[in-house]
């Protein structure tokens, strides 16, 4: 019996949506190519996630997990100099400004679980091959299970939630570039490194690099270990060394030049390889199509500077299993209904956008608060995730007011252009077999 609706990917988008849909009583069918738990990057959680995970009701399982509680995120400048830490309580004195620092391989599959105990049929190690469409509506896909066997499962609504691979994103060339945000990122895994105790122990900290052209993640995770990532320009990174292919070599001169870092990690042991990415910023022309809708980064992908990434995976989950859940209770599963979300989440995700580009524009936290202490409450709130709302657009113009003469404000991204091809993407270096933080 063929499901209603047909989720390509088992990360936290597509089992947020399948979970919801299968509380409301919607069939669901999910294809996961990978067997679980797997690695993957994004570990660092901020407070907004967590009327999702409510909904889901992954809440006790997080709250009885092993996963460093976080409470605030801290910022140090290229001379080293730290801002006063930004607790989540301080501005929201609610328990949602308790999130967590995790492991995504336990996290995913925690996920990909709770999916299943809401009654999702969730198949690991099975590869959605293509989508299939009647004219431009989806119908459903065409799978590989492990076997090798190939088979087609139908369905009233495709949702793409197959990350950055986007399978409808390149087959139907949706995906735009970001013209401001091009990075990359080089990072591993340490045992032992320095951590704040009490309630700064799992402080997320972004530590601007010694040039002020990038900067690490310092990310403290369970069973003792600390991810710690540098991030800059693409071509800083990977094309202007001496040996581009050399992630260590890289990776070894910018801790070098980084004393806080550099002090942080000194009494550790790596315990992980070297990984390497090309964090493009991208999203899609549009959200969804005639029974097809895109969510997490199978839509976009935007900056980690902020740890959006789980909450933007989890919210557009959340959004596009609630559109589809009423587009099939009123036979309306067209472009515009699976799609209905998309104005206002492309508001949010173009605010936390807005905020990356200032700092990588030269942003002072802490000039800012101090100059306009009335509105640091607003700045966290969009720190922690608050982004769905205008409330928190009366920023921006006192930003603009502390600009050096003749700069200008950071424009809009216009995603509304198509480009003909795809920058080549750096490969990631493996974990050693068996490693698990």
Same mark, same amino acid.
């Given at each position: 019996?063929?499901?209603?609706?047909?989720?390509?990917?088992?990360?936290?988008?597509?089992?947020?949506?399948?979970?919801?849909?299968?509380?409301?009583?919607?069939? *669901?069918?999910?294809?996961?190519?990978?067997?679980?738990?797997?690695?993957?990057?994004?570990?660092?959680?901020?407070?907004?996630?967590?009327?999702?995970?409510?909904?889901?009701?992954?809440?006790?399982?997080?709250?009885?997990?092993?996963?460093?509680?976080?409470?605030?995120?801290?910022?140090?400048?290229?001379?080293?100099?730290?801002?006063?830490?930004?607790?989540?309580?301080?501005?929201?004195?609610?328990?949602?400004?308790?999130?967590?620092?995790?492991?995504?391989?336990?996290?995913?599959?925690?996920?990909?679980?709770?999916?299943?105990?809401?009654?999702?049929?969730?198949?690991?190690?099975?590869?959605?091959?293509?989508?299939?469409?009647?004219?431009?509506?989806?119908?459903? *896909?065409?799978?590989?299970?492990?076997?090798?066997?190939?088979?087609?499962?139908?369905?009233?609504?495709?949702?793409?939630?197959?990350?950055?691979?986007?399978?409808?994103?390149?087959?139907?060339?949706?995906?735009?570039?970001?013209?401001?945000?091009?990075?990359?990122?080089?990072?591993? =895994?340490?045992?032992?490194?320095?951590?704040?105790?009490?309630?700064?122990?799992?402080?997320?900290?972004?530590?601007?690099?010694?040039?002020?052209?990038?900067?690490?993640?310092?990310?403290?995770?369970?069973?003792?270990?600390?991810?710690?990532?540098?991030?800059?320009?693409?071509?800083?990174?990977?094309?202007?060394?001496?040996?581009?292919?050399? =992630?260590?070599?890289?990776?070894?001169?910018?801790?070098?030049?980084?004393?806080?870092?550099?002090?942080?990690?000194?009494?550790?042991?790596?315990?992980?390889?070297?990984?390497?990415?090309?964090?493009?910023?991208?999203?899609?022309?549009?959200?969804?199509?005639?029974?097809?809708?895109?969510?997490?980064?199978?839509?976009?992908?935007?900056?980690?500077?902020?740890?959006?990434?789980?909450?933007?995976?989890?919210?557009?989950?959340?959004?596009?299993?609630?559109?589809?859940?009423?587009?099939?209770?009123?036979?309306?599963?067209?472009?515009?209904?699976?799609?209905?979300?998309?104005?206002?989440?492309?508001?949010?995700?173009?605010?936390?956008?807005?905020?990356?580009?200032? =700092?990588?524009?030269?942003?002072?936290?802490?000039?800012?608060?101090?100059?306009?202490?009335?509105?640091?409450?607003?700045?966290?709130?969009?720190?922690?995730?608050?982004?769905?709302?205008?409330?928190?657009?009366?920023?921006?113009?006192?930003?603009?007011?502390? =600009?050096?003469?003749?700069?200008?404000?950071?424009?809009?991204?216009?995603?509304?252009?198509?480009?003909?091809?795809?920058?080549?993407?750096?490969?990631?270096?493996?974990?050693?077999?068996?490693?698990?933080?």
């Amino acid at each position: 019996m063929n499901p209603d609706v047909v989720v390509i990917g088992g990360g936290p988008a597509g089992s947020t949506v399948s979970t919801l849909l299968a509380q409301q009583g919607v069939s *669901v069918e999910l294809f996961e190519r990978e067997r679980f738990p797997r690695f993957h990057i994004g570990e660092s959680l901020i407070p907004e996630t967590y009327w999702v995970l409510k909904r889901l009701n992954m809440l006790p399982k997080m709250q009885q997990s092993r996963f460093v509680k976080k409470y605030s995120v801290q910022f140090v400048g290229a001379s080293g100099k730290l801002s006063a830490p930004f607790y989540f309580w301080d501005n929201k004195p609610h328990e949602c400004s308790q999130t967590w620092q995790v492991v995504r391989s336990e996290f995913d599959q925690m996920m990909l679980e709770n999916s299943r105990e809401h009654g999702a049929i969730a198949h690991e190690g099975v590869r959605v091959l293509d989508v299939l469409f009647d004219g431009d509506r989806a119908t459903g *896909v065409q799978i590989r299970e492990a076997d090798g066997s190939v088979r087609e499962v139908r369905a009233k609504v495709v949702v793409d939630a197959s990350g950055q691979n986007g399978l409808i994103q390149n087959r139907l060339r949706l995906r735009v570039w970001d013209p401001i945000l091009n990075k990359g990122a080089i990072w591993t =895994y340490w045992e032992g490194a320095y951590r704040d105790s009490g309630r700064d122990e799992g402080a997320t900290m972004v530590i601007q690099t010694a040039s002020g052209n990038g900067w690490f993640w310092y990310i403290p995770l369970h069973n003792n270990i600390v991810s710690v990532g540098v991030v800059s320009p693409f071509d800083y990174l990977f094309k202007n060394r001496d040996n581009p292919s050399n =992630y260590e070599q890289t990776y070894r001169e910018e801790v070098d030049s980084c004393s806080a870092v550099k002090e942080r990690i000194a009494p550790a042991r790596r315990v992980a390889g070297y990984f390497a990415t090309k964090d493009y910023s991208y999203r899609a022309t549009k959200v969804s199509g005639d029974g097809w809708v895109m969510i997490g980064d199978a839509w976009g992908f935007l900056d980690p500077l902020y740890s959006s990434g789980v909450l933007l995976a989890l919210k557009s989950g959340e959004l596009a299993a609630d559109a589809i859940a009423e587009g099939l209770a009123k036979g309306d599963t067209s472009a515009a209904q699976l799609g209905t979300w998309a104005p206002a989440f492309n508001c949010g995700v173009d605010r936390m956008r807005r905020l990356v580009c200032e =700092y990588y524009e030269g942003f002072s936290f802490g000039q800012f608060v101090q100059r306009y202490p009335e509105l640091r409450n607003t700045v966290t709130d969009i720190l922690i995730g608050d982004l769905f709302t205008d409330r928190v657009d009366k920023v921006w113009q006192p930003m603009e007011s502390l =600009y050096p003469p003749g700069k200008a404000p950071i424009p809009p991204w216009d995603a509304g252009t198509e480009m003909e091809h795809a920058p080549e993407k750096a490969n990631e270096l493996k974990l050693p077999e068996g490693w698990r933080p």
